[in-house]
């Protein structure tokens, strides 16, 4: 079984940047897609960025132009740049396959001054 685990989160101030890593136990190669996802506090779990194999990527627009997404395949990490950080981004960050399978912990990212 394929597990995702979540690291890089923190607390910063609002302009502020973090790289978000997803270290993958098994091969990430065989995973076609694979997104980021949070959620934040008594909300749902949505997806923020997803990445092909091929390199595709796709973001939702509030994060457009402020996170980049990658996949280092050798590596079986996905990471997730997040730069100009702003207090709604505050969540419980997420790794996982588009569609998600099985959820690991998530890192805390938390936005404030």
């Known amino acids: 079984q394929v597990r995702f685990v979540e690291s890089g989160g923190g607390l910063v101030q609002p302009g502020g940047s973090l790289r978000l890593s997803c270290a993958v136990s098994g091969s990430i190669f065989s995973i076609n897609t694979i997104g980021w996802y949070r959620q934040a506090p008594g909300k749902g779990r949505d997806l923020v960025a997803k990445i092909t194999n091929g390199g595709n990527t796709n973001y939702v627009d509030s994060v457009k132009g402020r996170f980049t997404i990658s996949r280092d395949n050798a590596k079986n990490t996905v990471y997730l740049q997040m730069n100009n950080l702003k207090p709604e981004d505050t969540a419980v960050y997420y790794c996982?396959?588009?569609?998600?399978?099985?959820w690991g912990q998530g890192t805390q990212v938390t936005v404030s001054s």
């Open positions: 996982n396959p588009f569609p998600p399978t099985d």
